[in-house]
């Protein structure tokens, strides 16, 4: 069964005429509720892609080294070079806020909450692809200001294409091309952030495979009467190697945790913008870490489409060899892919990193097996 809370809908909720503030479920504890003043803006590092060209190439190695630095100072970067029209962007951006403004019932037909199969009667249940909001387990739990879409877009195969909507008419054929699209930019900055540490160009595209699993979320912020009381999406590292974020051109809302302090990402025009998510934490053995970000409301609706790629599931995560010694021993315990995925929505829902999650379950379960070893000697 699922939570009453998990059908209901956060544009709905800002819709009502009267709305004065966001309902009790939404508002923060008052020590982590956002600055009601702007914050420092980030003066985020930029990469362009034109310039990484080939191994060897002066202007390229300068802009592999340019690209280690932002990942290793900020974790993230916007990314200019990589091809994509404006107005294609913009296009992409219209169709997903159109997808937003469908009538309920329109994209009810995409619900992330299904009639369970499962030979126990029955009965609802969540998961991830679909319209909606995101898991929602208690009721303690303080929920997010956002509704969203979540669809696995490759490998091309396993999409689900009844949870793909058919309007507007364009979504479709726009969200084809930008995935092709939107994967060649992480190829090649998958390649020149293994040449960054000199390594070969395969380095971490090995260890990730050639089919990815990647997932597009659509993101939709509504206007919020009070944006000081709550969270849009709550502060949370990435469940991905690499992050591909299309960010709304005209309200930002974006923010980084650097050094103790929340910094507002501008909203960027024709930029995309590049994350490090967890996975490639795991692999450079922390060179690279994945930086805690957050979405906060505004009086204005905002729209988001992030590519989220994460390594085939059989591939195991784990720090890689070159990158492990005496001065830097392995920060991380081996885990594979897909059982690293499937603890993401557990760990999201607690508010915490999967890493961290994860390494106390491990833990947890490798003493238990030393427990049962030594009880079978005594």
């Known amino acids: 069964?699922?939570?009453p809370a998990q059908g209901q809908m956060v544009q709905d909720i800002a819709a009502a005429g009267d709305l004065t503030a966001p309902?009790?479920?939404?508002?923060?504890?008052?020590?982590?509720?956002?600055?009601?003043t702007a914050g420092a803006v980030a003066a985020?590092?930029?990469?362009?892609?034109n310039r990484l060209g080939e191994?060897?190439?002066?202007?390229?190695?300068?802009?592999?080294t340019k690209l280690r630095a932002a990942l290793q100072s900020w974790g993230l970067f916007a990314v200019t070079g990589h091809g994509m029209p404006e107005p294609f962007l913009d296009?992409?951006?219209?169709?997903?806020?159109?997808?937003?403004?469908?009538?309920?019932?329109?994209?009810?037909?995409?619900?992330?909450?299904?009639?369970?199969?499962?030979?126990?009667?029955?009965?609802?249940?969540?998961?991830?692809?679909?319209?909606?909001?995101?898991?929602?387990?208690?009721d303690e739990q303080i929920l997010d200001w956002c509704d969203r879409l979540y669809l696995q877009v490759q490998p091309e195969e396993e999409r689900r294409l009844e949870f793909w909507p058919e309007h507007p008419a364009a979504l479709r054929g726009l969200l084809e091309e930008y995935t092709r699209r939107s994967e060649q930019v992480f190829r090649r900055v998958l390649s020149a952030t293994a040449r960054s540490l000199g390594f070969g160009e395969e380095f971490f595209?090995?260890?990730?495979?050639?089919?990815?699993?990647?997932?597009?979320?659509f993101t939709y912020y509504p206007p919020c009467p009070r944006p000081e009381l709550v969270h849009g999406l709550k502060p949370h590292t990435d469940n991905s190697v690499l992050t591909v974020l299309l960010l709304d051109k005209h309200v930002g809302g974006l923010q980084l945790l650097k050094d103790g302090r929340w910094l507002d990402i501008p909203a960027l025009t024709h930029e995309l913008l590049v994350v490090a998510g967890e996975e490639i934490e795991i692999m450079s053995n922390g060179v690279f870490m994945a930086p805690v970000h957050r979405v906060v409301t505004s009086e204005r609706e905002r729209v988001s489409v992030v590519m989220?790629?994460?390594?085939?599931?059989?591939?195991?995560?784990a720090p890689s060899e070159e990158l492990v010694g005496e001065e830097r021993p392995a920060l991380y315990k081996k885990i594979k892919a897909k059982d690293f995925g499937d603890g993401v929505w557990d760990?999201?829902?607690?508010?915490e990193r999967t890493i961290d999650m994860l390494k106390v379950k491990i833990e947890q379960e490798e003493e238990a097996e030393e427990a049962n070893v030594s009880n079978t000697y005594l």
């Open 1 to 3: 069964m699922v939570h």
């Open 23 to 36: 309902p009790r479920r939404y508002v923060l504890r008052e020590e982590d509720r956002p600055a009601t």
């Open 44 to 49: 985020i590092p930029t990469v362009d892609m």
């Open 55 to 64: 191994p060897g190439d002066a202007d390229a190695d300068v802009e592999a």
């Open 91 to 138: 296009e992409i951006l219209a169709a997903t806020r159109g997808f937003f403004h469908l009538p309920p019932e329109e994209k009810e037909r995409y619900s992330n909450v299904v009639v369970a199969n499962d030979g126990d009667g029955g009965g609802e249940r969540f998961q991830a692809e679909g319209y909606g909001v995101d898991r929602v387990d208690t």
């Open 205 to 217: 595209a090995d260890k990730v495979g050639e089919r990815v699993a990647t997932y597009a979320r």
């Open 308 to 317: 989220f790629y994460q390594p085939e599931p059989h591939k195991d995560l």
């Open 347 to 351: 760990a999201f829902a607690a508010g």
